[in-house]
Every structure is written in C-alpha cells, then in structure tokens.
T-cell receptor, first 108, second 115 residues
C-alpha cells in the first residue's frame, strides 16, 4: 500500500514556507523523502527513522510521528531551487512504496 | 565516481517485441530496484533484489522480467505481454540494513516508447 501525500500541489513565493504531509495505513519504520526535478531522477533529501534519529538535509527539516504513522516535510524560506515534485517513501526489507508526490512551485 | 548507469536513455519498442533496459552500479550496493513512472505520476515498484540471484515482485511486475546474476547489474526486460510500456523507467540501489535506513540512489532513467 502506497503512502498518501498531501497536498497534491502547492505554489509559493520565494521566502514562503511549505509543509508536505505523508501518511501510511501501515506501521512505519522509516520514511524517505526525495525531490525530483522535471525529467530527472529523484534525489535523496532525508530519512527519518523510528525512534527519532534523522539523517539528511541541512536546509529542510522533517518530523516523524510513529503513533500516527505520519511524516511531514518542512521547507522554510523557500528558494526557486526548491521547485520540483516531492515524494515520500516507506520501506520494509527492501520493499519500497512511494507516494504519488507533491508538486511544489516556487515563484519569484 | 560511483553511481548508477542506465542505458539507453531513449528506447523504442515495436509491437510484439521484447526490450531490455540496462542498469549497472559501482556503489557496491546489495539492493537494486526498478520503478516505472508515468507522466505526472509517482514511482511504482516493478521488481527489487536484495541479493544476487534473488528478486521479488513489486506492485506492477506483470509483463516484466529481471535477473540478478551479478551484484552490479540488474537488467529489466519489458516483454510483449506488457501492453502499455510507454513510461519513464528508473533504476535505484541502496544498502539496506535491518528494516531500512539507507537512501536509494537513482540512475538517470530510460524513456521507453512504442513505435
């Protein structure tokens, strides 16, 4: 079962903040976040682990609520380079499932 | 530099033809994955392999086949049974430990179209 992402799309002005949510109907052990630019491969941003350890990106933060089986990605003071589609993924023993993605557009 | 190489970048398939997409990695990763991405859509798992000579079906394995004879290679064959193969195909690798706590590294993808 794929995780569910919201919103599907968001448009920001430079400097504004955004939150992208990811929820799962199954217990989460870790949540991956990736960003994909149009026509390119996804790029790793961050992994959040059960128990709170976080690995990833300095300028983008995230939270992981194990009880609610949810994760949120926080983009603060957005830059033009933040534009792209953001995917969350949940993986257990190599079986990775990605959400449908959130398209983020940052305008000048 | 270490990375994942997918080839070709563009591929065209005739009706009734099988085609093979190549994926090679020199990251010494144990696990490799194939995803399909349709325009404006997310990534759907086709097959994955956590070790040489072993692989598992993902959500959309029908019409596809894979092999994992070498650690660094995980080719995907799109068979004639796959009636709608037009998509962007992405290969990835990682080094899973326990449940999972390692990122996936992606190749640049192959765009497959029907002639």
């Amino acid at each position: 079962q794929q995780p569910v992402q919201s919103p599907q799309a968001v448009i920001l002005r430079e400097g504004e903040d955004a939150v992208i949510n990811c929820s799962s109907s199954k217990a989460l052990y870790s949540v991956h976040w990736y960003r994909q630019k149009h026509g390119e491969a996804p790029v790793f941003l961050m992994i959040l682990l059960k128990g709170g350890e976080q690995k990833g990106h300095d300028k983008i933060s995230a939270s992981f609520n194990e009880k609610k089986q949810q994760s949120s990605l926080y983009l603060t003071a957005s830059q033009l380079s933040y534009s792209g589609t953001y995917f969350c993924g949940t993986e257990i023993y190599g079986d990775m499932r990605f959400g449908a993605g959130t398209r983020l557009t940052v305008k000048p | 530099d270490g990375g994942i190489t997918q080839s070709p970048k563009y591929l065209f398939r005739k009706e009734g033809q099988n085609v093979t997409l190549s994926c090679e990695q020199n990251l010494n990763h144990d696990a490799m994955y194939w995803y399909r991405q349709d325009p404006g859509q997310g990534l759907r798992l086709i097959y994955y392999s956590q070790i040489v000579n072993d692989f598992q079906k993902g959500d959309i394995a029908e019409g596809y086949s894979v092999s994992r004879e070498k650690k660094e290679s995980f080719p995907l064959t799109v068979t004639s049974a796959q009636k709608n193969p037009t998509a962007f195909y992405l290969c990835a690798s990682s080094n899973p430990t326990g449940y999972s706590n390692q990122p996936q590294h992606f190749g640049d993808g192959t765009r497959l179209s029907i002639l």
